[in-house]
C-alpha cells in the first residue's frame, strides 16, 4: 500500500507504522534464529555448507520481502557471494556492495558507448547520465568507510536516486521518443541502478535506524532520539540561525560587514583584482580544499555560466550585495540542452557558501525551463541573495542546503529538485508568466518514500510581483505541484499574499502523486493562507500539531534538534 511518507495523521497512524516495522523485524528475527540454530546444529555434526547458506538465503528473501524492489533485491542479492556469510545487520552493506557493483557496471557500459555514433541531442543527454553514474559512485562511497555504515547514507543514498532519475529527465527534456536505443540502453541501466539503491535505502532504514520498542534495539551504532530518525546526527543550530554544520568561522563570515580584506581572490571587471572574469577565478582554486577559499567579486554584470565541480569544496563566493554583483546567463532547453545544463550557477561542490549577489537567468517565460542557480552541495547555505529567473529558477538539485533572506523570482515551478532543503526568512515572488499559463512556485522531485528530501519553506513572505499584481486576478498562483509521486513540501508559519489561489496546490497530471505526496501547512498567515477551500487531495494535511511542523524546521529536517529564527520566534525542541 502506498502512502505519503513521512506524513501523519496523529498518533494512529504513527502506531501502525511503528507496528509495521515491528512485524518486519520480528519475522526477520526469527528467520534469522531459525537458521542460527540450524546453522550450530550442522556445525555439530561435522557441519554442511548447504544448511548454512539455505538458511543464510531464508534470511536474505525475508529481509528483501521489506524493499520496496523485493525480486530485484533478491535476484541481486543471489549473484552476490557475500550474502551467504553476511550476519543480519550486515545485509545493509551486501546492499551497497551490490549497488556499488551495478553503477560502476553503468558508467563503464556507458562509456563503452560510441558517442561519434550519436546524433546531437543523444549525445547530450547521453553526456548527464555519463557524469551522473560517475555522481552515483561517489555518494556510495561515502555511505560505507573502514567496514562500517556512515550514518549521513540516506543523504547520499536519496542524491544517488536523484542522480538517476535526472539522467532519464535528460532524455525527456529533448524529446527523445521512449523507443530511441541511445534513451533505452540508459534507461535500463538508471532504471535497475535505481530499484537496488532504493532497496539499500529500505535496508538501511529497516535495521539501521533505532526503533521505537522498549528496547530500543539499533542494530548498528548510531545516536538516538526521541523520534527515532537519523535527522538528530546532523547537529544543533547556532543560537543566530545558522546550521551548526557552517563553523564559527563561516558563520563570521556570514554575518560579516566587509569580506573583501578576507579574500584569497578578487574578481573586477576593471582590473583592479585577480581576476576579470569568475570563471577563472574558480579555475585557480584549490582543489578538495578542507578549509574556506574565499572569491571576492566586487560590483559589476558578469555574463557567465558557471561550472563549480565537485572537486572545488568549500568554496565561498562574495559580492558587493543583491543586484550589485550580478551573474547573468540565458540558456534554455531551448538551446538543445537539458534542464540540468541550462544553470548560470551549477554548483556540485560540497560545503559551497554564497552571499550578497545575484543570480539569473533572463531567458524569458517563452524559453520554458532556464535554471538560475543549480545547487547539489552538501551542507550548502546561500546568504542574502537574490535568484531571479522564470520557470525552474532556483534547482535545489540534491543533499542537505539551507537558505537565508534571499529573494527567488519566478513563474513556473521555480523552487524545484530533490534537496533536503529549508528557505527561511526569505522573499518569494510570482512573475508574470506567459499567457494561459499558471504560476507554480514549487514542483518537489522525491520519487521513493524513503527520501529524506522535501522542501520546507520556513517564515518566508510569499508575494506577487508589482507585473502580476496588475493581473493577478486573471492569473491563477499556486503553491506547488507534484513532480514526482512523493513529492514532499511544506509551508510553515509564512506570509501567504492574495495572489494565491485558494485551493492552495495544483495537479501535475491528473491523479497523478495526489495519495503519495506529502504537502502541508502550519500556521502561515496573509489573505492566501485560508486552508478552507484548500485541495482534500490524501496527501495535503493542514498541519495542527507542532510535532509536526518541528520536522521540517532547520533544526530537524537539516541540522539537528533545535531552531531558532531570527525573527524572535524562538524555540529550542519544538515550534513556538
Not at 540508459?186 to 533505532?210: C, I, Q
Not at 555574463?303 to 550580478?326: F, P, Q, R, S, Y
Not at 531558532?564 to 520566534?569: E, F, K, Y
Request: charged residues 20%; positive net charge; contains cysteine.
Amino acid at each position: 500500500m502506498k502512502s505519503g511518507g513521512q506524513c501523519f495523521d496523529g498518533e494512529k497512524a504513527k502506531k501502525s507504522k511503528s507496528r509495521g516495522v515491528a512485524i518486519a523485524m520480528m519475522s526477520i528475527l526469527v528467520v534469522f534464529a531459525i537458521g542460527f540454530v540450524a546453522v550450530e546444529a550442522s556445525e555439530g555434526s561435522n557441519g554442511n555448507d548447504s544448511h548454512h547458506h539455505h538458511h543464510a538465503w531464508t534470511m536474505v528473501k525475508s529481509a528483501c520481502s521489506n524493499t520496496r524492489y523485493p525480486k530485484r533485491c533478491v535476484s541481486s542479492m543471489a549473484s552476490y557471494p557475500a550474502y551467504q556469510t553476511a550476519k543480519l545487520d550486515d545485509l545493509t552493506k551486501v546492499a551497497l556492495q551490490v549497488s556499488m557493483r551495478r553503477a560502476k557496471k553503468a558508467h563503464n557500459f556507458a562509456l563503452s558507448l560510441q558517442k561519434n555514433l550519436m546524433k546531437k541531442r543523444e549525445r547530450v543527454a547521453w553526456r548527464d547520465c555519463l557524469e551522473l553514474f560517475e555522481d552515483t559512485i561517489d555518494h556510495l562511497k561515502v555511505c560505507s568507510s573502514n567496514g562500517s555504515l556512515s550514518t549521513d547514507s540516506p543523504v547520499w543514498l536519496s542524491a544517488a536516486l536523484t542522480n538517476q532519475e535526472t539522467c532519464l529527465n535528460g532524455f525527456r527534456d529533448l524529446n527523445l521518443s521512449a523507443t530511441n536505443p541511445i534513451r533505452a540502453l540508459m534507461s535500463s541501466r538508471a532504471v535497475n541502478l535505481s530499484e537496488l539503491v532504493s532497496n539499500s535505502l529500505s535496508m538501511y532504514k529497516l535495521f539501521t535506524l533505532p526503533t521505537k520498542n522498549g528496547n530500543n534495539r539499533r542494530l548498528l551504532s548510531v545516536n538516538s532520539n526521541e523520534d527515532g530518525d537519523f535527522n538528530s546526527h546532523y547537529g544543533r543550530v547556532s543560537e543566530n540561525g545558522f546550521p551548526q554544520w557552517l563553523s564559527a568561522g563561516d558563520r563570521r563570515l556570514l554575518r560579516a560587514s566587509s569580506l573583501a580584506r578576507h579574500a584569497n581572490a578578487v574578481v573586477a571587471q576593471d582590473g583592479s583584482g585577480n581576476y576579470r572574469t569568475i570563471a577563472q577565478a574558480i579555475k585557480a582554486a584549490p582543489l578538495k580544499s578542507r578549509k574556506r577559499y574565499i572569491i571576492y567579486i566586487k560590483a559589476g554584470t558578469y555574463k557567465e555560466n558557471i561550472d563549480i565541480a565537485k572537486k572545488i569544496t568549500n568554496l565561498m563566493l562574495v559580492g558587493d550585495g543583491k543586484d550589485k554583483t550580478v551573474v547573468t546567463g540565458s540558456k534554455s532547453v531551448q538551446d538543445g540542452v537539458t534542464t540540468f545544463r541550462t544553470a548560470t550557477v551549477a554548483v556540485s561542490g560540497n560545503g559551497f557558501i554564497a552571499r550578497d549577489m545575484t543570480f539569473e537567468n533572463t531567458a524569458g517565460p517563452q524559453k520554458h525551463q532556464a535554471v538560475a542557480l543549480r545547487v547539489g552541495s552538501d551542507r550548502s547555505a546561500v546568504y542574502q541573495c537574490s535568484i531571479k529567473g522564470y520557470q525552474d529558477t532556483l534547482y535545489v538539485y540534491s543533499l542537505r542546503q539551507f537558505y537565508r533572506e534571499v529573494d527567488i523570482y519566478g513563474t513556473v515551478d521555480f523552487i524545484f529538485g530533490n534537496a533536503a532543503v529549508v528557505i527561511q526568512n526569505s522573499r518569494i515572488i510570482a512573475r508574470r508568466p506567459m499567457i494561459n499559463q499558471k504560476n507554480t512556485i514549487t514542483a518537489q522531485g522525491r520519487t521513493d518514500p524513503n527520501e529524506h528530501t522535501g522542501i520546507s519553506i520556513h517564515n518566508c513572505r510569499v508575494s506577487a510581483s508589482s507585473s502580476l499584481q496588475r493581473v493577478k486576478g486573471s492569473i491563477k498562483t499556486y503553491l506547488g505541484r507534484p513532480w514526482k509521486e512523493y513529492s514532499r513540501t511544506l509551508f510553515i508559519q509564512s506570509t501567504l499574499d492574495d495572489h494565491i489561489d485558494p485551493a492552495g496546490w495544483l495537479e501535475w497530471d491528473g491523479n497523478f502523486a495526489l495519495s503519495t505526496l506529502c504537502y502541508g501547512e502550519y500556521m502561515n498567515r496573509g489573505w492566501g493562507a485560508g486552508t478552507s477551500k484548500r485541495v482534500n487531495w490524501p496527501g495535503f494535511h493542514v498541519i495542527t500539531s507542532p510535532r509536526e511542523a518541528y520536522k521540517f524546521t532547520v533544526g530537524k529536517f537539516i541540522s539537528g534538534r533545535s531552531w531558532i529564527p531570527a525573527t524572535g520566534l524562538a524555540f529550542t525542541l519544538g515550534l513556538n
